[in-house]
């Protein structure tokens, strides 16, 4: 616990570019004291500029210094003199060719050596710590910046013994190496003693850029996309293959299921009425022809019944029983004999 680790420095190549870019194998160490040398001699030189970083690229014979600063007319000077002589002082240092760069900061508010700076020069002017740290708080939240944390710490107000006092707005994700989060370390030289002012702002995360370009707006929420099934590295073709034949049936059953129509719906069975008590049959000669049911003859075969029945038989009378009833008589004779 308590093991604290430079938010530049973690995040170096992932979404922060590095300020040395150059590499040796023998003149490493001495090398290394010269970019020393030329960060001290831009810091002094440019104590008023507002600056805030300084980068240092090394070629076979030339040496590029960029300097990042809020006040990049300060730095020019009229008709360029002060890069001159900053050029001139630089070429001192160094036995290779000096080409400076003058890169300006739009959001002053957003980078936080620039706010730590701010803190310390009201510290020295004497002004309350507290209100200091509110109202650059206030002006860096408004800026745009999703979290801000200010630290002081030192003899402040002038106490005999020293405290540290911070106050924080936002949310500071120290651990999150997307979040680009600008540190900023100065320390303000008052009256009464050395008094450390530390800042952190964190302006967004940032994804997919190049290191270096901070993002400062939100992120737009990603859209969700749906699982699918990825086969395993071996058996992955014959299980993908089964798994499709297993779905096919399946498939068409649900087409079959969404794609039949509703059954329409039927009218509800109704019983019939029982049939009206008709009055009793009348014989076909009393009813009257408007009256008698119409016959409507079903076929052919029907139609010869009908014409058959609808001859009249001989009617046989008193003479002619007699007669009958002796052939009948005389045949069942015949018969026996």
């Known amino acids: 616990m308590g093991h604290k680790v430079h938010p530049y420095g973690f995040r170096i190549g992932i979404i922060k570019p590095w300020l040395a870019k150059w590499y040796a194998d023998r003149d490493y160490a001495s090398l290394l004291q010269e970019d020393m040398r030329i960060r001290r001699l831009v810091e002094k030189q440019l104590a008023n500029a507002s600056v805030s970083q300084t980068e240092i690229e090394r070629g076979i014979n030339h040496v590029t210094v960029t300097v990042h600063t809020a006040k990049p007319g300060i730095v020019i000077g009229k008709g360029g003199a002060n890069v001159e002589f900053l ?28 706010v730590a700076q701010n803190v310390a020069n009201q510290l020295e002017r004497r002004i309350a710590f507290r209100k200091a740290i509110k109202q650059t708080i206030q002006r860096t ?97 014959t299980r993908r293959a089964a798994t499709a034949v297993a779905e096919a049936p399946a498939a068409e059953e649900q087409a079959a299921v969404t794609e039949a129509p509703p059954p329409a719906e039927q009218p509800a069975v109704t019983e019939a009425p029982p049939p009206a008590e008709q009055p009793a049959a009348q014989p076909a000669a009393e009813q009257p022809a408007a009256e008698r049911p119409a016959e409507a003859p079903a076929s052919a075969t029907d139609e010869a019944a009908t014409a058959e029945a609808a001859v009249p038989e001989p009617e046989v009378t008193a003479a002619e029983e007699p007669a009958a009833e002796e052939k009948t008589d005389s045949a069942k004779t015949g018969e026996e004999a």
């Open 87 to 114: 050029r001139t002082a630089i070429g001192k240092l160094t036995d290779k060719k000096v080409k400076l760069e003058i890169k300006e900061i739009l959001q002053p508010e957003l980078d936080a050596m620039l």
């Open 141 to 237: 939240i408004k800026a745009g910046a999703k979290g801000v944390k200010i630290q002081v710490s030192g003899r402040l107000g002038g106490s005999e013994m020293s405290r540290t006092e911070w106050d924080k707005e936002g949310r500071i994700p120290l651990g999150t190496l997307r979040a680009d989060i600008s540190y900023g370390m100065v320390h303000a030289h008052t009256t009464y003693g050395r008094i450390g002012v530390k800042a952190w702002i964190y302006r967004g995360e940032q994804l997919g850029e190049a290191p270096g370009s901070a993002r400062t707006e939100p992120r737009e929420p990603r859209a969700r996309t749906p699982r699918t099934r990825t086969a395993a590295a071996t058996g992955g073709r």
